[in-house]
């Protein structure tokens, strides 16, 4: 029996959102059906629903960032029960059996993984995101979410939280190391939480002042606002790691030439240009770009831990159903400090 609950929908590219009645599927044996309690605001919610990647099916539901209570279980599944609180990320499908869901990399599914929303899925239907009161979803891709933590504070960490904790895994920060993120945004703060909290020296590369004395509060150690390009000159051969969470328009050439020997700048964000870097930035010193794309779902339940050991949460501001489409200008404008979470409930 399918269920019929509400959601926000986009019918096309950049229309305003609108409350609908959508159909969640009848529970399959490896299915867990949520009841949603919160769901973050992703920038990438925003270039999807305004069609700016090219790739949007609509009508669309965005949302891959979301936190909820299972309300009931499929007959085969043993990890999770009623009541439980859980999260679902940015998939909801892949084959489980390549060798990069072997080894718990399920974003690289040689099948191809299926989006949590925007895309058709193994049996011809497209996927739902979490603006809307629930959702179902195949029991391995639902993580737990610890006991007595801020639930709207972790929701984007189904997203922002492992973007950013898995190339700082991956690439070694921790005591000893040094490492700047450039933009303190939705990303960037939950950057500098997370390296701080992995014992980094942390440094915060923004435009501006404005958010010194926040990044310094989230475990920053030093803050450089780059809009002086004279800045660089005192930041050269200085980092060990970069996590670039900016999409567009910063000289990339001016931030590499601030990591050290063998430093590597990992690219988080989505331009819509091309990345365009001189030769020379990355011959000296041995220096590279990489980019990372999310986390599998093991290491997304590490992070989760990780987090509530930390004692790590989104700064978040917490909206309405009928704000979405305000948060979206305000997020694109910057005016956001830092997430915007969905309260659920307002969806009637």
């Known amino acids: 029996m399918t269920v019929t609950v509400s959601a926000l929908s986009a019918k096309s590219a950049g229309a305003p959102f609108e ?10 044996p490896d299915d867990v059906r949520i009841d949603i309690r919160y769901a ?19 009508p669309m539901t965005p949302g891959h960032e979301i936190v909820g209570t299972v309300t009931e279980v ?73 006991d007595g933590v801020d639930l709207a504070g972790f929701t984007p960490l189904l997203c922002a939280g492992i973007t950013t904790y898995a190339p700082l895994k991956r690439h070694g920060a ?46 920053a150690r030093q803050y450089h606002a780059t809009g002086d390009e004279s800045v660089f000159d005192s930041l050269q051969n200085r980092f060990d790691l970069l ?4 999409g567009d328009g910063i000289p990339l050439d001016r931030f590499l030439g601030t990591l050290g020997r063998g430093g590597v700048m990992v690219n988080l964000g989505a331009p819509s240009d091309l990345l365009k870097i001189g030769a020379f930035s990355l011959l000296a010193r041995r220096r590279s770009v990489t980019g990372s794309l999310v986390g599998g779902l093991p290491e997304t339940q590490e992070m989760l831990d990780f987090c509530a050991d930390h004692g790590i949460a989104a700064t978040v501001e917490v ?30």
């Open 243 to 246: 996590v670039n969470t900016v």
């Open 319 to 348: 909206v309405s159903a009928d704000q979405v489409d305000e948060y979206y200008d305000r997020i694109v404008a910057g005016d956001v400090r830092y997430r915007a979470v969905i309260d659920a409930a307002t969806l009637g």
């Open 74 to 146: 499929g007959s085969d599944v043993g990890r999770h029960r009623v009541g439980d609180t859980v999260g679902v990320g940015c998939f909801v499908d892949s084959c489980l059996e390549c060798e990069a869901c072997a080894d718990g990399e399920e974003q690289f599914c040689a099948k191809g993984v299926v989006q949590t929303y925007a895309q058709e899925d193994y049996y011809g239907e497209v996927t739902r995101g979490g603006y809307s009161r629930q959702i179902v979803v195949r029991d391995h891709f639902v993580v737990k979410i610890p």
């Open 40 to 58: 973050g605001i992703c920038h990438s919610d925003i270039h999807q629903a305004r069609d700016e990647w090219g790739v949007g099916i609509f």
């Open 19 to 28: 409350t609908v009645s959508i159909e969640r599927r009848d529970l399959r």
């Open 174 to 219: 921790g005591p000893g190391s040094r490492v700047g993120v450039i933009g303190m945004g939705g990303l960037g703060h939950v950057a500098v939480k997370i390296a701080a909290a992995l014992g980094a020296d942390v440094s915060v590369l923004s435009r501006t002042d404005a958010k010194k004395d926040d990044a310094l509060a989230f475990g």
